[in-house]
């Protein structure tokens, strides 16, 4: 069974993003973790309670082929993380799945795994894409080989199908 470890701000991250797209991979035969900064319950924007698997600094990329991040304000907590970006690189230079939705994307971008690939964002924070070198579209979704980017709660079960279908074709 593929694993896959979403990673969510402990306050306001974006519940959708967060739910539906972990339903599609669950859907299809993914298991999903769910990392924070706390093991005590998470609070979404819109008020969803989810608590989390494992904590976000004991992932282990090794453990997973998909690192997801999900968006909604509170992901701004991960833009300038270095384990994040870590975490990020490492799993790229693996040939696992890398996905960021939202806001989430930026942390993409920071990490530097975004120069020269097309992505999208949540529409505000397109200038952080770009000065971060990537290739920004205004696309719902945009995929880039391995790297999946999404710009909001409406594409999130876009998102996570087709986090799906690069799960699939990673083999």
């Known amino acids: 069974m593929k694993r896959a470890v979403m ?6 991250f974006r519940d959708e993003e967060l739910l539906h797209s972990k339903e599609s991979l669950e859907r299809n035969g993914i298991e999903v973790k769910v990392a ?6 998470a609070t979404g924007k819109l008020g969803a309670k989810v608590t989390p698997d494992i904590l976000f600094d004991s992932i282990d990329i090794n453990n997973f082929e998909a690192l997801v991040f999900i968006g909604g304000h509170g992901s701004l907590y991960y833009w300038d993380n270095q384990k994040a970006h870590k975490l990020l690189k490492d799993a790229l230079s693996q040939g ?8 989430a994307a930026v942390t993409l971008a920071k990490a530097g795994i975004l120069k020269g690939k097309a992505a999208t964002v ?5 200038k952080e894409l770009i000065a971060n070198g990537a290739k920004y579209n205004a696309n ?10 999404a710009d909001g709660p409406l594409a999130a079960k876009s998102f996570g199908e087709e986090i799906v279908r690069a799960l699939n074709n990673a083999d």
Do not use: M, Y
């Open 7 to 12: 990673v969510i701000a402990h306050e306001l």
């Open 140 to 149: 719902h979704l945009v995929r880039d080989g391995l790297i999946i980017t």
């Open 36 to 41: 924070s900064t706390s093991l005590s319950p």
């Open 96 to 103: 696992k799945v890398v996905a960021g939705i939202c806001s």
């Open 122 to 126: 949540f529409p505000g924070d397109a």
